[in-house]
């Protein structure tokens, strides 16, 4: 019988039929003479690694999706909820409201906010309302976020009726925005979430009684010298042709202070804050919105369309010391506070 040396060859698994070749003196390892290829053994190390990485990825990305952008907890929240549902996380979130249809954001009354309001007759018009605050900090640049313990801003009422949205402890109220007679002042503080900060089931807040003199007259019962008519206009005003309270737009007027304020997406850029000025000077508010609206100054009673996309210029002198608020009527934006000493 004739001796096949092949038969001397040990057998592939994979490859029953045909004897696996020697092993390659080059690369150390095994070829298969039927097919060309590793044998199965030869591929495990490296399917092994594949899958080890493919796994160590999965795992990275699961565990950004569970922190967000960055690893930092994300305010996002799921769809058909609202944001206020969503930031829940501090206090409780109950169902009563204040009023207003601000639910209200219970917390413990240890270390809750408190705030009381104290109002003073101004020399010329109206009253300067102090807020004083405690474990409560005002956050103008981040109203309508999540709420953050202790933070927020406060709404201004009269008997109820909202007058303003506070982002600091001063504010100018007119005496025209207090018809005559027994008032009730309220501040009530809220998160930047727009729900309102209770205790207890009931909001945070402060009163005080107010009483409105007869018109043309200052606060209180105080008699002062009647203040300007609205319609009288200051000699140095815009010409009739120019638009109520302001400059045509594109036009640069005089003024000692210019502030520029833009306004995208309900933000306002910069972040509101507080313009001082003396007594006397004359500032000009340059502002464009990215939506038509009207910008009103409060204590003076100006106003001014802002067309869409288009930058309008409001020019008044600051003849009349105290803090005034300059706001948006439609959005309900505040864009700066005037601080005239």
Known sequence: MTHDPAQDLPHDPAHPSGPVAPTDSAGGRTWCDACGTPPRAAHGPRRTLRTAALVAVLLLLAGGAATGCGGRATTHHKPGTSHEQASGNVGTLLETDDGAGHRLREVPAEGAPEVRVSARPDTEDGWNLQLTVRDFRFTPDSTGGAALPGAGHA????????????????????????????????????????????????????????TGGPPGQGAGAHTHAPAPAASSPPASSPPASSPPGGAPPGESPQADRTVTIAIRGGKVTPAPGRTELRRGERVALRVTSDRADTLHVHGYDKELALPARQEATLTLTADRTGLFEVETHESGLVLTQLLVR
């Open 155 to 210: 709404h201004l009422e009269l008997d109820g009726r909202k007058l303003a949205r506070l982002y600091g402890p001063w504010f100018h109220l007119p005496a025209a925005q207090v018809p005559e007679g027994a008032h009730t002042l309220t501040v009530r503080l809220y998160a930047d979430d727009h729900t309102a900060w209770a205790v207890a089931g009931k909001p945070v807040e402060a009163a005080v009684p107010l």
